[in-house]
Structure formats: structure tokens, C-alpha cells
């Protein structure tokens, strides 16, 4: 290798002088040596073999991709926060992918004296980074991040960051109140479980009631308020929801206990009360926390760059394009508004928005959509359409997307709650006709006490620790769920709706590659593969991994890429032509046995057939589900593949050139004919039937990475394990409701007390929490006995 040919170990860049080297490594400049030092010093050289499988500039970086950056406008929304020149940051950084990563990231004031501090939430794989930015602009801190290989990820959703509401602390200031409380009440009610009657007497008695009194009454009206409001609206609009029996046990749990402190004739149940509230308040937390590091509601706009370049220089907010504005897009870029070819070729991939896995050329003059990424040279091109008018944004629009399936399917708890409700109001107002003849005040006693004891915490417990520990475990093992919701809704599916192209088969960077022809020798193959790095073409690219790597480099003279022809070029003195049947003037006959062809030195030596390459699993997988599930196949790519995929599917179940319309018309068919629809995708054009369907599930190379709107994200690598997923799902509804059984059990044995007339503070303090802790034993131990039972693949994080 020539020294001028010489690159920077770190960043790959051109060295343009050598005065920084360490050993054998040449650098480009200071900052770069820096950064390998900090490595090596910490044995953290694997950095580098790890960041050359996800290093940003694979991705077509470039040097004036972050230019819209330097316009204040842009940098103020993306800002978390400025005060002066001190700002603070919140950026995706999708290459995290160890601990070195963050230790990295973290060492970030080292490399610029304008970064104060960096913090990485792995999970998320986000850094938040405080500057200067008045020593650092937010372009030249995204260019150094990209310079390490952590190349920022910005899109259009990101603007506007300061405008977001805050995260809701509400919850975790009630569950604090409601346990505060608990655990004052459980001590000032010893006396009375342990019968000391030297504290339970006049002035002790007394004044622990009066506390007790003054601790539960902040639980009622800031730690139970949610719980009183909802029971409110279901009364005022007619529905019976486990909200009212919950609130009437609070309320009569409260009314009667103050009226016993008053009268001073009992201690009350406050400790009761205080505890069921926090119980409560702890399943929904449980049930809350999921994986917060993912997003579910990703639209179109978590797509799109947020600017773009302008032809005449500079750049334009995406949101400020205007129709007739000229921009420039390059390779690897998305186009962010429908507009007209102006010059150049393009070579558009509409695989995310129409499924289509072959490129599309268009010629100047052509019409093309949001939505494409470009892959060959730098194109022209004139908007003709407003963002907010383009075809992705109308697909966005459409109704599917404003509708709520939460709202759509009833919750189990809410369906129990009709029955329980009206269940123990029957047995409160019987218990109360049964004892009014004979002594009304034991007749006011045995309702309230009904009321009491009956209160639902135990059934209301079920599905948050037990669908919440099963969400928990799903995600663990690579199924990242909405909410509990969806597992409920996972049991009733009885059709199941595949996409083809980056569902069934590989991403697109994966793709099949077929040779026939003469055999190539290893230096053959070496000279192809070093011939196919030179363009960007997926074509080209996929036929490179097929000729295997390639560790050391040769000049290629005269090379040339016609785009939707061919390359060619001279390695080592043998002319290779690598494209279409005209490229290479292919005789007709043998045009039939490939798509690209190959000569070397002018002779034809075989032909290359691409095709998708479908997951290993996907034959097993079928075979699987076919047994339980109605199958459908959904492509917007065209019906090449029939006759295989025909094996697999009823011939009537295959659909090809399918455009997202009519994806979504025919998961509305389904659900017509009273069919319950999981819908599985990766692409925005699967977007509408995502959202239409009772269940919307994406498969996503990189969990991390967007995805459309959806209910739940599987991680590819755990596509294979679909079938137990969905029985494990349909064990844990199974587990509801033997926990239900668990709770009625609770709730028959305190009725029998209560209608007697013998509830006492000490019956009910043993009976309500205890059935509270059983449940959620039982939900927390059984969900993961039945994973392991089933043979879920647990995965722990890193």
C-alpha cells in the first residue's frame, strides 16, 4: 500500500499526514489516537472487530449528513434543555451494543473539553450528554460521536423533544402515600390484634384511631382517587367494571371505621383499607412497568430525516418543505416528500413501504414516493408534493390509525367484575333483609361487613401479577408486548396473517444468491468480491458475501457502473463484467438461466440468480401453527415465488402485489366474517393491517431499531419460538383464572364470617392481606414455571 493510501485505524478517514501513529496504526489526527489509546489502556481493543459489523458509516455517513444541525431552530428542539451555553441532550445511538460501548461513551469529556458529562441507558441505547455550546455545537458533537463509530440517529419525531410532557410521577406518589400509611397503620393496630387491653383501653385506643383516621384519609382522596373516578364514569354511563366493587369497599372500609373511632365502640379496619389501596396500587405499577425502552406508537415521522439539502446549498427543515423546492438525496437516503426525478438515476427501495424486494428504476421524469431510499449515486429531485399531502402521510391518516383496540376488546377483570358486582350486592342486600326484623343495628354490621370483606383486591390483583409476570417473561425471552392487554387478546386469534418480504425471509442484506456456470477458482472469487464492493447496489452486494471476504485489496482500473446494467473493471489484468443480459450481451438462450451475468476477459462464464433467502425456520414454523390457525400470505412483492411458497400455503391464501390499502381491506374482510386476526409485518406498508388487526406483532432485526405502530416487536432471532409464544400466552389466561378460583375461595370463606356477623378487625386483617400476598405469589411463581415448562428460551440482559 502507497503512504498516501494510507487510513486512519480508528475512523477509516484519509491520512493526510503522519506525525500521529502508535506501533503500526496511523491515525488521521489527535482525536482519533486519543480514542485508541483510551481503548488499548483498558483492553478494550475488541471494540474495533465489534463496531466493523455496526459501524455507521456502512450506512452511507457522510460528512455533511448532520449539516441542518448548525441551524438553531433544528438544534433548540432537539435540546432536552439550555440555559446559557450549558445544554443537555438526549441521542440515539443504535450501535451500543457492550459494555465497552458504554464505557466508551461515558469517557466522552476526554475527547472534547466543551462535553461536561454522558450517561448511557443501555436499554434504550440512548447517551444523555451535557455541553457547551458555545465550545461544541450539536453538529460537531454529533460528527465526533460519528467519528467512533456511534453515529446519531435523528428523525423527524424528534423535533419538538422540549414540548413533550414529562414523565407522569403520579403513580409513584401514590403507591409512596398508600405504603406510608400501610405501615403506620399495621404498627398503631397491634394492640388490637394481640388483645393488650391495658393499650386498647380509653386514651390509647382513642388516639391511635384518631392517627390511623388522619393516616387513611390522604390514601382515600390522593392514593384511591383513580379507582373512585372510573367507578363514577362506568355508573354514569351504565357499565359495571370491577372499579365499583372496589370502591365500595374502600368507601365502607373507610365510612364504617371512622364511625367506630368516633363511637369509639372499635378500632376500625384503616390498616385494611391503607393495605388493599397499596396492594392494588402495587399490580398496576407491576403491570405498568414494561419495557420501556421500546415504542409501540411510532408513526411515519419516526422515519424521516429531519432535513433535508437543498440543491441551490444549505438545508431545510423536512416540516418547511415547500412544492418546487429542489433537493439533493444520496445514497442510502430517505426521501421524505413525493416529488419528481430531475436528474440522475435513481434506484429507488420501496421494500418498507410497498414490500417490493427489487429496487425500482426510474428514469428523469419520473413520479417518487416518501418513503424510498435511494441506493446508487446522488440524485435531483423537485417536491410536488407537501409533506403533509404525500402518499405515506395519507396512509397514516386513514381511520384504522385513530381507532383504540384497547377500548375495543373487554378486559377479563372488567367481564368478572359484571358478575362479582352483582353478586355481592345480592348478598349484602339478603344479608341485610335477613337481619333487619331482628336487630337493624346487626343488619347495618353485616352490610357493611359484606361490603368489606367481599372487596375484589384478590380477583383485581390477578391479571397485573399474573399477566405482568408473564409480560416480564415474554420479554426476557425476545417478545416485547404492549401491555397485558395484548396477551389477553393473543388467546382468542384464530387467523394468522404473514407478510413476505423481511418477515418470512431475511432482511433485505440477506439474500439468497444461486451461481451456475463454470466453477470459479479462489482468486476468481477474491477479484468478483473485491469488483462487487465497489457498488452499492443490493445485487452487488449480496453477490460479494457470496464470493466470501476478502482480506487483502487490488487496484481496479477502469472501473464503471452503468446504474440498472452492470459494473466492470480490470483486477490483476482480467476484465470482469458483472449485470443484465443487454450489459453483457448475453446470448437469448442462455438469458434463461439467471438474472446477473458474469464474464471474464470477455468470455461468459455463468450467471448469478438472486432471490430471497427465507428463514431457516420458517417450513417448521408453518407446519406448527397450520395445525391450530387459519394461515394467509400477504406480499406486496409479485407472485415469483408462488409455486414454492403453495407448499406451505393454500394456493387461495397467497396474495401477491399487494399495496397497503389493500392489506388493510383484507384484515377488515376477516374480521367480517367474525375471524380474530394476528397480523405479523416490518415494513410501514404493513403498517394499516398492524393496526387493524386484533394483534399487530413486528419482526425487528434490531429491537431497538423503528418499527411501525404495533402491539407487540419479536426479536428475529426468536421467530422460530412464535408457536410457544402464543401457547404460552394461552397458558397464562389459564392461570387467570385458576388465581380467580384462588380469590372466590378468599371471598366464600370471609362471607361466611361476615354474614354471621362475626367480622372482627383481627379476621379481617389476616383474610385481606393474605389473600392479596397468595395471589400474587401465585401469579409471580406460576408464570414461570409454566415458561419453563413450555421451554421459553430466557435470555438475561446484558
Partial sequence: MLETDLQCYHCGEPCTDHDHTVEDKHFCCQGCQMVYELLSENNLESFYAQRERSSARQEGWTADRYAALEQMEIAEQLLDFREGSLCKITLNLPQIHCTACIWLLEKLYKLH?????????????????????????????????????????????????????????????????????????????????????????????????????????????????????????????????????????????????????????????????????????????????????????????????????????????????????????SNGELLPADGRLIRGSANMDYSFVSGEAIPVRKQIGDQLYAGGRQTGEQIEIQINRPIAQSYLTRLWDQETFRKDKEKQHVLTTNKMGRYFTLTILSIALLSLLYWLPQDAGMAINVFTAVLIIACPCAIALSVPFTLGSALRILGSSGLFLKNTNVIERLQEISCIVFDKTGTLTESQQNLGVEYRGAPLDASQRKQLALLCQQSTHPLSRAIAAWAGP?????????????????????????????????????????????????????????????????????????????????????????????????????????????????????????????????????????????????????????????????????????????????????????????????????????????VQGLLSPVIAAILMPMSSITIVTFGVVSSRLLAQRRGLKIKTQT
Avoid at 219 to 226: C, F, G, N, P, T
Avoid at 282 to 288: A, E, V
Avoid at 616 to 636: C, M, N, Q, V, W
Fill in 113 to 329: 473539553p466543551g462535553i461536561h458529562n454522558s450517561q448511557v441507558n443501555f436499554l434504550r441505547k440512548e447517551a444523555y450528554i451535557t455541553f457547551d455550546i458555545e465550545l461544541i455545537s450539536l453538529r460537531k458533537l454529533a460528527e465526533l460521536l460519528a467519528s467512533i463509530g456511534y453515529a446519531p440517529d435523528f428523525n423527524l419525531s424528534d423535533l419538538g423533544r422540549r414540548d413533550q410532557p414529562k414523565k407522569d410521577w403520579t403513580l409513584i406518589y401514590q403507591l409512596g402515600v398508600a405504603g406510608f400509611a400501610f405501615g403506620n397503620s399495621m404498627l398503631l393496630s397491634f394492640p388490637e390484634y394481640l388483645g393488650l387491653d391495658h393499650l386498647s383501653e380509653s386514651y390509647f385506643r382513642s388516639s391511635f384511631g384518631y392517627i390511623n383516621l388522619g393516616l387513611a384519609l390522604p390514601v382515600v382522596l390522593y392514593s384511591a382517587r383513580d379507582y373512585l373516578r372510573a367507578a363514577r364514569a362506568n355508573l354514569r354511563s351504565g357499565t359495571l367494571t370491577i372499579d365499583i366493587p372496589i370502591t365500595l369497599g374502600i368507601l365502607t372500609l373507610f365510612i364504617r371505621s371512622a364511625w367506630e373511632i368516633f363511637q369509639q365502640s372499635g378500632a376500625g379496619y384503616l390498616d385494611s383499607l391503607t393495605g388493599l389501596v397499596f396492594f392494588l396500587l402495587i399490580g398496576k405499577w407491576f403491570q405498568q412497568k414494561t419495557y420501556h425502552q421500546l415504542s409501540f406508537e411510532r408513526d411515519y415521522q419516526a422515519y424521516f430525516p429531519i432535513a433535508v439539502r437543498l440543491l441551490q446549498g444549505g438545508t431545510k427543515a423536512v416540516k418547511e418543505l415547500e412544492v418546487g423546492d429542489h433537493i439533493l438525496i
Fill in 550 to 754: 476478502v482480506r487483502e485489496t487490488a487496484p481496479i482500473e477502469n472501473f464503471e457502473e452503468i446504474t440498472g446494467k452492470g459494473i466492470s473493471g480490470c483486477i490483476k489484468q482480467h476484465q470482469f463484467q458483472l449485470g443484465s443480459a443487454d450489459f453483457l450481451a448475453v446470448e437469448p438462450l442462455l438469458a434463461r438461466t439467471g438474472q446477473v451475468f458474469l464474464r471474464i476477459d470477455k468470455a461468459y462464464v455463468g450467471a448469478f440468480t438472486i432471490h430471497n433467502l427465507y428463514r431457516a425456520s420458517f417450513p417448521d414454523l408453518i407446519d406448527r401453527l397450520a395445525s391450530r390457525y387459519e394461515l394467509h400470505l400477504l406480499s406486496g412483492d409479485n407472485d415469483r415465488e408462488s409455486r414454492f411458497l403453495s407448499t406451505y400455503f393454500p394456493k387461495d391464501h397467497l396474495h401477491f402485489k399487494q399495496s397497503p390499502e389493500d392489506k388493510l381491506a383484507f384484515i377488515q374482510s376477516l374480521q367480517q366474517q367474525g375471524k380474530k386476526v394476528m397480523m405479523i409485518g416490518d415494513g410501514l406498508n404493513d403498517a394499516g393491517a398492524l393496526q387493524q388487526s386484533e394483534v399487530g406483532l413486528v419482526i425487528a432485526e434490531n429491537t431497538n431499531n423503528f418499527t411501525p405502530a404495533s402491539d407487540a416487536i419479536l426479536d428475529a432471532e426468536r421467530f422460530a419460538d412464535i408457536p410457544d409464544f402464543l401457547e404460552y400466552s394461552r397458558g397464562s389466561n389459564r392461570l387467570v383464572i385458576y388465581a380467580y378460583v384462588l380469590a372466590i375461595i378468599y371471598n366464600i370463606i370471609g362471607l361466611s364470617f361476615a
